[in-house]
């Protein structure tokens, strides 16, 4: 039998998810976490067989989370189920330590073939992330053919998301329990390496480049 824990902050995804997986006789739900510190405080205090956690949840979220949890079950598999879009945040993801990435949209297709997939040892993303993944081994693309998101630190990459939603420093910085003028700081980054001189240029380039899901998970 697979025990799931399964993490989103929206019920009714939970529920969803519940019902896929119940009509599947080796696989049980055995926990649910609506955000990113119940996550932790869940996987550290018991095993799981996997974990299928969204991208973005209140609390630790995103790639943070990720490597949290492998810190506390390196044996443990992730997959990941998000809105966000595959070809921005899946690499991400996996060099974090997921084993696996699902789009939210496919999910009723892929989800029970990817949690079998990654409790037996695998790992489950499209051709299009493989590929990726393969070119972050042989090296990085060049500055002139890369997006200039691709520059940013993974905490510089959250800030960019976050300021795209919508959320100002200070809300920033109480979400990620960083002061205000760290969260500043990160902000004056990533404009400098993305070569933007302020946060209107920013978000709409999160909008274009499809950085930022409409339901923030």
Same mark, same amino acid.
């Given at each position: 039998?697979?025990?799931?824990?399964?993490? %989103?902050?929206? !019920?009714?995804?939970?529920?969803?998810?519940?019902?896929?997986?119940?009509?599947?006789?080796?696989?049980?739900?055995?926990?649910? !976490? !609506?955000?990113?510190?119940?996550?932790?405080? @869940?996987?550290?205090?018991?095993?799981?067989?996997?974990l299928v956690t969204?991208?973005?949840?209140?609390?630790?979220?995103?790639?943070?989370?990720?490597?949290?949890?492998?810190?506390?079950?390196?044996?443990?598999?992730?997959?990941?189920?998000? @809105?966000?879009?595959?070809?921005?945040? #899946?690499?991400?993801?996996?060099?974090?330590? #997921?084993?696996?990435?699902?789009?939210?949209?496919?999910?009723?297709?892929?989800?029970?073939?990817?949690?079998?997939?990654?409790?037996?040892?695998?790992?489950?993303?499209? #051709?299009?992330?493989? !590929?990726?993944?393969?070119?972050?081994?042989?090296?990085?693309?060049?500055?002139?053919?890369?997006?200039?998101?691709?520059?940013?630190? %993974?905490?510089?990459?959250?800030?960019?998301?976050?300021?795209?939603?919508?959320?100002?420093?200070?809300?920033?910085?109480?979400?990620?329990?960083?002061?205000?003028?760290?969260v500043s700081t990160?902000?004056?980054?990533?404009?400098?390496?993305?070569?933007?001189?302020?946060?209107?240029?920013?978000?709409?380039?999160?909008?274009?480049?499809?950085?930022?899901?409409?339901?923030?998970?």
């Open positions: 039998m697979i025990r799931i824990l399964v993490a %989103d902050d929206h !019920a009714i995804v939970r529920e969803g998810l519940k019902q896929i997986l119940a009509k599947q006789s080796d696989m049980l739900v055995a926990g649910e !976490a !609506a955000n990113g510190n119940d996550v932790l405080q @869940m996987v550290r205090r018991e095993s799981w067989d996997v969204d991208m973005s949840m209140p609390g630790r979220n995103g790639v943070e989370l990720i490597k949290l949890v492998k810190q506390a079950r390196p044996a443990m598999p992730v997959l990941v189920l998000s @809105m966000y879009d595959e070809s921005q945040y #899946a690499v991400r993801a996996m060099r974090a330590g #997921a084993a696996g990435y699902i789009n939210k949209e496919s999910a009723s297709d892929q989800l029970v073939s990817a949690i079998r997939t990654v409790a037996s040892g695998g790992v489950h993303v499209s #051709a299009t992330v493989a !590929a990726a993944l393969l070119q972050t081994v042989r090296g990085k693309p060049s500055a002139a053919s890369a997006p200039p998101h691709e520059t940013l630190s %993974d905490r510089e990459m959250q800030v960019l998301q976050m300021i795209a939603a919508g959320s100002t420093v200070t809300e920033i910085a109480s979400k990620l329990a960083l002061s205000p003028k760290t990160h902000k004056a980054r990533l404009l400098e390496k993305m070569h933007m001189s302020n946060q209107a240029e920013l978000i709409r380039y999160a909008i274009e480049q499809r950085l930022v899901a409409g339901d923030q998970g």
